[in-house]
Nanobody, 125 residues
Framework: QVQLVESGGGLVQAGGSLRLSCAAS????????MGWFRQAPGKEREFVGSIRWSDSTAYYGDAVKGRFTISRDNAKPTVYLQMNSLKPEDTAIYYC??????????????????WGQGTQVTVSS
């Protein structure tokens, strides 16, 4: 079983930046797509961004488009989420995920086969 381990969360002021990392462990890992979801208190899990491993094609949720950037490292394997211009409404637990579904387009929650434990991001006003 593949394990995904998130890191990089923390407390930042509005307007600040954080970089989240998601490292695969527990064996050799290969999936067509990886991505990030988040869940704020009292809200449903929300798509943040995803990337196709083969060609780095990336997609983003509307709420973060233009502020967040997802990238990947072929060697690790690791995916990153660079979060800039953070807002209090970005406060959530951020989950890394991986999917064996290799289609183009944003990653859907029901396509995710592996999930990390999440890392807390808190943005103060």
């Amino acid at each position: 079983q593949v394990q995904l381990v998130e890191s990089g969360g923390g407390l930042v002021q509005a307007g600040g930046s954080l970089r989240l990392s998601c490292a695969a462990s527990g064996g050799t890992f290969s999936t067509p797509r990886m991505g990030w979801f988040r869940q704020a208190p009292g809200k449903e899990r929300e798509f943040v961004g995803s990337i196709r491993w083969s060609d780095s094609t990336a997609y983003y949720g509307d709420a973060v488009k233009g502020r967040f950037t997802i990238s990947r490292d072929n060697a690790k394997p690791t995916v990153y989420l660079q979060m800039n211009s953070l807002k209090p409404e970005d406060t959530a637990i951020y989950y890394c995920t991986a999917s064996n579904v290799g289609r183009r387009g944003p990653l859907r929650e029901n396509e995710c086969d592996y999930w990390g434990q999440g890392t807390q991001v808190t943005v103060s006003s």
